[in-house]
């Protein structure tokens, strides 16, 4: 049985700021810790991560065991959402069930495990509401959301793209639409909402505002591009729902780096 801090919560979640919104960890346990250790940690900082916590990096366990423990010791002061590699048909195939192979060595548990994580991610909330203002989700709008009681899988899918005025398919990803400002600024007017915060795509100085400020793409993961070099950023939302976005420099030094166990010394031969 899961505990009901996780399972309880409905798809959308409406949050209190002073809060810290963070976008894509997958699996750079290191960026995760650097965040903690920079802002500080529950519950003497709230923190909303907008999902994408496995695949493609090297610790996604570390990553989501963590984020699962902080939410478990202290559920008012850290919100996860699901993003769309916390769906079973993407992580199989992006890194998550390859590293639990590789970690959890007798077959039988690795299956269980990886089947239990997938399990536990259907029940983490598509949204989350910051001050009644602030809608937060991975992906992005739809046209099909017509309430904030209507959630879709759009919220874990959907892009924007400044050349499209309203909606159209998403070809590159193959699933959901591609929104323009003029979708984001009626979905707001509707929703009587100020501000879109979303994840999902991967900025040189870790947020992207975009649409006249009504829209922020935010991705915590730092140098996930090896091309790009982008920074890791996070957005904190003040008491008052002011908003800033803040981009986290990479360490130069070894006294600056975070330190933590190697994924060879956390493997699992067998349970008796």
């Keep these: 049985m899961f505990s009901k801090e996780i399972v ?11 809060i810290i919104v963070c976008g894509d960890i997958h699996g750079q346990y290191t960026d995760l810790l650097r965040i903690f250790k920079k802002f500080g940690k529950p519950p003497s900082k709230k923190f909303l991560f907008l999902g994408d916590y496995v695949d493609r990096g090297d610790n996604s366990l570390e990553v989501i065991l963590l984020l699962l423990a902080l939410k478990l010791k202290y559920p008012e002061y850290i919100f996860l959402l699901r993003g769309n590699h916390e769906l079973k048909h993407i992580n199989k195939i992006y890194g998550f069930q390859e590293e639990i192979k590789q970690r959890i060595l007798d077959t039988n548990l690795m299956f269980s495990i990886y089947e239990e994580f997938n399990r536990l991610f259907s029940f983490f909330p598509l949204a989350g509401l910051v001050s009644k203002k602030v809608l937060c989700m991975h992906g992005g709008i739809s046209s099909k959301i017509k309430s904030l009681n209507c959630i879709t899988c759009d919220l874990l899918w959907a892009d924007p793209d400044k050349a499209v005025k309203l909606y159209e398919p998403n070809t590159a990803r193959g699933v959901s639409s591609l929104f323009g400002q003029d979708a984001l600024v009626q979905f707001c007017k509707k929703l009587n909402i100020d501000l879109v915060i979303r994840g999902h795509q991967v900025c040189q100085t870790g947020f ?31 008491k008052n729902s002011y908003v800033f976005p803040i981009s986290l420099k990479c360490p130069k030094t070894e006294k600056e780096k975070v330190v933590y166990k190697k994924r060879n010394e956390l493997t699992i031969d067998k349970v008796n």
Aim: net charge negative; hydrophobic share 45%; aromatic share 10%.
């Design 8 to 18: 309880s919560l409905p798809s959308l979640v409406e949050i209190d700021s002073p």
């Design 208 to 238: 992207d505002v975009l649409f006249e400020g009504h829209l922020i793409t935010v991705f915590s993961a730092s140098d996930y591009d090896e091309e790009l070099k982008n920074l890791a950023g996070v957005i904190f939302i003040d």
